[in-house]
């Protein structure tokens, strides 16, 4: 299995604009996570799926974030308008059953 | 979840075992104990994971005191690529989420 990818890897952008990450879990497994990595404030959960239906989004910092899983294969992370301190280092997670989670490499977002 | 106490940082030499401690004093019956890492630059990789009874697994073994209240970590050879900041969280059983503290910067060296 190639684990769980994202894309893009890199992604730099300017104030204003709209930003999209994109996640593919572990084909099989149930849940998915949205995690974000800054020096300040570490690891935080922004949202988690469970069979492709959000079940807490309390971590998303504000509207200007969504998230969606419109299928068991694929999850997206919007941000609009993205503002720098949305810079970060994004990953997303999959899971069976809720156990162990695996990571995806992450995409570091830069905005300017 | 329980609140987990891990120190700064530690060293250890290329080779040797490393041991790596976590208190969870307030660790409930129903609660987990699991370890992740992140290596630099990477995403976070779960090692191992357990309720009141020793375990290993092919990277490492954990040791559960007897009353639950800590734990170790033991990476039996440890290499350069081990070098990573290591998590210890402790989660209920059956919760999904994984909440991530500060950890332990582990530095192996030649």
């Known amino acids: 299995d190639a684990g769980v990818i994202q894309s893009p890897r890199h992604e730099v952008t300017e104030m204003g604009q709209e930003v999209t990450l994109r996640c593919k879990p572990i084909?099989?497994?149930?849940?998915l996570f949205w995690y974000r990595q800054t020096m300040m404030r570490g690891l935080e959960l922004l949202i988690y799926?469970?069979?492709?239906?959000?079940?807490?989004d309390s971590g998303m910092p504000e509207d200007r974030f969504s998230a969606k899983m419109p299928n068991a294969s694929f999850s997206t992370l919007k941000i609009q308008p993205s503002e720098p301190r949305d810079s970060a280092v994004y990953f997303c997670?999959?899971?069976?059953?809720?156990?162990?989670?695996?990571f995806g490499p992450g995409t570091r977002l830069t905005v300017t | 979840d329980a609140k987990t106490t891990q120190p700064t940082s530690m060293d250890c030499a290329e080779g040797r075992a490393a041991n790596l401690p976590c208190n969870h004093s307030?660790?409930?019956?129903?609660?987990?104990v699991y370890w992740y890492r992140q290596i630099h630059s990477q995403g976070p990789q779960y090692i191992i994971h357990?309720?009141?009874n020793n375990e290993t697994n092919e990277m490492a073994s954990l040791i559960i005191t007897e009353d639950r209240k800590s734990s170790t970590l033991i990476l039996p050879h440890a290499t350069l690529r081990d070098t990573a900041v290591y998590y210890c969280?402790?989660?209920?059983?059956?919760?999904?989420?994984?909440?991530f503290g500060k950890g332990t910067m582990l530095l192996v060296s030649p």
């Open positions: 997670a999959s899971s069976l059953k809720g156990v162990e989670q695996y």
């Open positions: 084909s099989g497994h149930d849940y």
């Open positions: 799926f469970n069979n492709n239906v959000p079940i807490d």
């Open positions: 307030t660790i409930s019956g129903n609660e987990y």
């Open positions: 357990g309720l009141k």
């Open positions: 969280i402790v989660r209920v059983t059956g919760y999904s989420t994984l909440t």
